[in-house]
């Protein structure tokens, strides 16, 4: 593995490495207004939530690295301590990269990209009205972090009020991750978006006492066929099936047919029983799955 202290090499490329392996990142679409009003809109991939009570996001708009200049999001947020964050899904993005173009001071990107900028209700900034949530938010704090190119600055933001698209809820009243169709910021000119086969679920641990990777039988630690993330899964079970379960699970037609197939070839048969439980737990059926390799004896 490549070894690299940040002291030798140069921020750009210092900058490059991470941002290609540290991702994909949510995006702060941040529309903020200076002292006499003139409002600018631009994102920020160094962003997320941090608290919920209080709520708190913070982004981090960071020193230029060509000519250590800042940024009029950062000196807006510090001049009159309000921002709006603004969230960003497929619908918008193209125009949410315009709004990176560095415009002069006073040009209005909402203007330049086309978005809506609609009034805000507690604070100054409008909010963008395609986004499909909004936080106006009070500047808690401005934390630098140096003051060399590349520097960032955290920006430590209060919601004072949400706006939340309807259209994206499930009947639960909760953001529903398809109708959402957000996008996270990668390397370079790379983006990704949380839709399609790039979405799926996986069952929070803390939902049960799991018996750990610690506690699967050797023989399947070290199958040649279960991956790193297929052992995770199968140390999120309570515990495992009982033998009489066992037992009847291997009544299954399919079960006795690869038993009898592979009876006086026992690695063959400990593949494909191996390989059926990875295809259960592909399908989330997470007890099949032990059903299945507790049949190798």
Known sequence: ??????????????????????GPRPIAFASTVDKTGNVNLS???????????????????????????TKHTLENAIETKEVVINIVSYDIVEQMSLTSTEYAQGVNEFVK??????????VKPPRVGESIAAYECKVNEVISLGDEGGAGNLIICE???????????????????????????????????????ALFELPKPNKNLGIGYDQIPEIIR?????????????????????????????????????KLRFKNDPESLEYHLH?????????DELENAWLTLLQVN
């Open 1 to 22: 593995m490549m070894r690299i202290d940040p002291k030798e090499i140069p921020t750009g490329k210092l900058h490059g490495l991470m941002l290609g392996t540290i």
């Open 43 to 69: 994102p920020f991939s160094f962003f997320n939530v941090f608290s919920a009570n209080p709520p708190i996001l913070v982004f981090s708009p960071a020193r230029r690295v060509r000519d250590n200049t």
């Open 113 to 122: 990209s086309g978005l809506t900028a609609v009034d805000s209700e507690m």
């Open 159 to 197: 919601v004072v009020l949400m706006h939340l698209k309807e259209e994206i809820l499930n009947e639960q009243g909760m953001p529903d991750p398809v109708k959402a169709d957000l996008v996270g910021r990668m390397g370079a000119d790379w983006y990704c978006r949380a839709n399609g086969e």
């Open 222 to 258: 070290n199958s040649v066929v279960l991956s790193g993330n297929n052992l995770g899964r199968l140390g999120n079970i309570e515990k495992l099936p009982d033998p009489e379960a066992v037992s009847a699970f291997g009544t299954r037609p399919e079960i006795e047919e690869v």
């Open 275 to 283: 390989t059926m439980a990875q295809d259960f737990l592909r399908s």
